[in-house]
């Protein structure tokens, strides 16, 4: 198996350049021989052009930053929403059986909902200003936190639970004392996969649901066919996406450590 | 306590929020009569055969290249810079380029489930090759093995528990993109439902709409699970 062999790193860089070289080739010979029109495809100079002008233009009544700063805020909303719900309700649902089966069957018919399928509630509950948004973002990030939380409160060993009893701990203390610090590991790895599907059902819900933003900004791009505004778009939110990840996993090796000490 | 926030007290008016009786009507008239150009196992139908002939086509040449990837290092330099570019794309952002490209037809969708399903089987074959431990690649080797038998015997049952894992996440990210998509524009499927039943503020409609995208979705992942089941003996 001698292709498995590490590479060394003269044919590393000469293996890795020849495929970005081949995809932005390619994309240039599909532009220039014409074989689909620029106006579907316009060739990668002009994305990046456009995407810098629109940082400074505005296209649809705002900059592609102000877009960015109101799909952000939705997101930031939608994902703090499930945080402050998900993680106290996954730790009620480990210490006390009756919140468990309460809550369980109620939770498991909804999970199956894919989140942009509340788009339509969203919409007629509260609008497609802030509110609508922030529904479906909301259920997109929370059965991850609720999970996470729960699977690690549950996982903590029960002596503790025992002896923070017998030293006469309240239900609350048990939570906030116990619980809490204990399963933080497993709630911040939650926190990334629920920041990622909040970030998407977020792009999912502009696209049909809002008057500002990311999304709104590419269906505008989409229904004028400029397809170098469309691609702006997906740049912006691959970049804030990749931006969220990123944070979110200092945060995870922070919160590994954290267990150690 | 549905009924009893709806029907009997009216906590909740039915303009937003429908009773179940409400609903049920709704189901019927779907159901019956039709409802947004389909009744309900047309729209059923549209969705599902567009997921899965999506799926399948998407997935196997996602772990086609996730094993080609796996098993040659120049492969995997070469793919991987475009890969990890195109990675953080939602799958939902190439909505409107899907239809910029190819109007609001069935080609769309099928480019929007493409990319949906692609990249998780890719990662998860990938890793899955990754995963096979040096000692087992090189009993292999000692034992004199062809490459053919390598791959069958070796590579593929040694990935194949992640391979699985990357087909459920392909499975939910592609139905999750084509309802997004039929919300945006379409004639028919699931999400034209929700979509027409949005436009009439119809909540009873809209709910039906909901639960059978939960059914269907629901469903398909089981089949699935018994698939894992049969492919995996080993593993259950």
Known sequence: MADQERLNQGEFILWTGLGITSFVGFWYIFVLLGVVPKQFLPPPHEVVVRFVHLLQEPFSGYTLLAHIASSFQRFLYGFLLAVVIGVPLGLLMALSKYANQLFTPFFESIRFVAPIAWVPFAALWFGTGIGGPILVIFMGAFPPVLINTYRGAIHVDRKYLEAARMLGAGKLRLMTEVLFPASIPSIVAGLRISAGLGWQSLVGAELIVASSGVGYMMVKGQASIQTDIVMSGMIAIGLIGLLIDVLLRQAEKLAVHYKEV | ?236
């Open chain 2, 1 to 236: 306590m549905w009924f009893g926030l709806t029907e009997w007290t009216g906590a909740i008016s039915s303009a937003r929020f429908p009773s179940p009786t409400e609903a049920w009507n709704s189901f019927k008239i779907i159901a019956l009569q039709g409802y947004g150009n389909g009744k309900l196992y047309q729209h059923v139908l549209q969705s599902v055969i567009l997921v899965t002939s999506g799926f399948l086509v998407s997935s196997s040449l996602g772990i086609l290249l996730g094993i080609l990837m796996g098993a040659n290092k120049k492969i995997e330099a070469f793919v991987n810079p475009i890969f990890l570019t195109l990675r953080p794309i939602p799958p939902l952002a190439w909505i409107p380029l899907a239809i910029v490209w190819l109007g609001l037809g069935n080609s769309a969708k099928i480019m929007v489930i493409f990319v949906a399903a692609f990249v998780p089987s890719v990662i998860n074959t990938y890793t899955g090759v990754r995963s096979i431990e040096v000692p087992q690649r090189e009993a292999a080797a000692m034992l004199g093995i062809s490459r053919y038998a390598y791959y069958r015997e070796v590579l593929i049952p040694g990935a194949l528990p992640l391979i699985f894992t990357g087909l459920r996440l392909s499975l939910q990210a592609s139905w999750t993109t084509l309802v997004a998509a039929e919300l945006v524009g379409a004639t028919l499927g699931l999400g034209s439902i929700l979509n027409q039943a949005a436009q009439d503020i119809n909540p009873a409609m809209i709910l039906v709409g909901m639960i059978s995208v939960a059914l269907s979705g629901w469903l398909m992942t089981q089949i699935l699970a018994k698939a894992e089941r049969y492919a995996i003996p080993w593993r259950a």
